[in-house]
């Protein structure tokens, strides 16, 4: 709760992390919602209108929101020039990338969560359509084959920023190199972060997506980045399910719910045929623009557990696959990456430390098969990194690394490490 309170801001929002981040970032307000709902939830419901402001008029929710001037972070609102697009909002600069849609399931968390719920359910049939609109956008301009499955054109969309998923791609662009000066390692050691080099291919990604004024038609057709992301798709999935019950609960909005379990029905069956790879057991990533699998596992291959998504028998492949290659008794659960593959790297950002919102979407997938004896390691993994540590961004999964000073890494006192603690603290 002290986490969450000092890293309030006046503009109505919370930052991730004093310093390294300095604004508002969509999903991470999910996360941090749910954690304020248990102690204060005219905040966590501040927290989701502050967010759904920011909404372009197409529906579209960008990934940062840029609620003040602050040049401690690179690239800012000068650099991402969100104004290109006519429907770009007029009240907040930001980014014209998104991240994973996680609105929907926050609602419905708010709402399981909330006292009161004649109040909560008030709050969300005045904000439900918003995320309706955002997910009417995704299906609309992120779906050019109309299988189901949306695109990413950047990896920060992903969520999962540097990932070694993203290495084979790099090398297929020939980025220019870029002069500019980084903000994150005058926070966080260098070795933690993204190299200069991962940067100049960012910044490529969105001057070209400048450049065509963030349209979502050209950027399908031009950007060099265009891949279809299981964690993405999974949580639009966990969204779709989320706004298909509230609506039930609001009543009166049948054409919505219907249209929704259309989605829902596309969006399942594509992700179970085209991004399950059955030699590896594990969900992967699709690369739209070099059309191929991306053959690698990763934390997000284990996400549809969170949205239902495989049957119970492919649920049991998909954790046989996270023991045999996450589960050693010496590491933690979950690292963000293979530890049996050469790219693997336990405490640089995504490319192997284990994060606290991935580890809350797997427990809460294991739960949903009644896999309790897996659910349970990653809950106690999860509440004794951060009681070895704090509440860090992310955390090496090994046990023992012989570092006798070892920390956390990434921005420490981090706002959704801290809200998601509440949440498994408030579960069974």
Known sequence: MEVLDNNFQEGGFTIPSEGLYPFQWKWDSGFIAIGLSYYNIERAKLEINTLLDAQWGNGFIPHIVFHNENDSYFPGADFHKSELHPLASKKYRSTGMTQPPVTGFILLEMYRIAKDKTDMLN???????????????????????????????????????????????????????????????????????????????????????????????????LSPFLVQDPLFNAMLIKSNEALIELYGLIGGNESKISTLKSWQEKSCKAINSKLFDQELGAYVHFDLRNNKPIRHITSSSFSPLFANIPDQDRAGILVKTMMDRFGGEDKYLCASFDPTNERFNPKKYWR???????????????????????????????????????????????KDDGDLERTGYGGNNFSWSAALFIDLMNSD
């Open 123 to 221: 709050f969300i049939k005045a904000n439900i359509d918003k995320v309706y609109n955002n997910h009417d956008y995704f299906y609309t301009h992120r779906d050019p084959f109309n299988e189901g499955l949306m695109y990413i054109y950047h990896n920060w969309e992903s969520g999962t920023d540097n990932s070694p998923v993203w290495d084979d791609i790099w090398e297929t662009m020939d980025s220019p190199k870029y002069n500019f000066v980084r903000k994150d390692t005058t926070h966080v050691d260098a070795s933690q972060r993204p190299s200069n080099r991962e940067y100049d291919h960012y910044l490529y990604i969105v001057d070209i997506a400048k450049e065509h004024h963030y349209d979502d038609a050209k950027i399908a057709e």
């Open 352 to 398: 192997g430390p284990v994060w606290i919102n991935m580890n809350w979407i797997l427990y809460r997938g294991l739960k949903n098969y009644g896999l309790k004896e897996v659910a349970e390691r990653i809950k106690k993994d999860t509440v004794d990194l951060i009681e070895r540590f704090g509440f860090y961004e992310y955390f090496d999964c090994r």
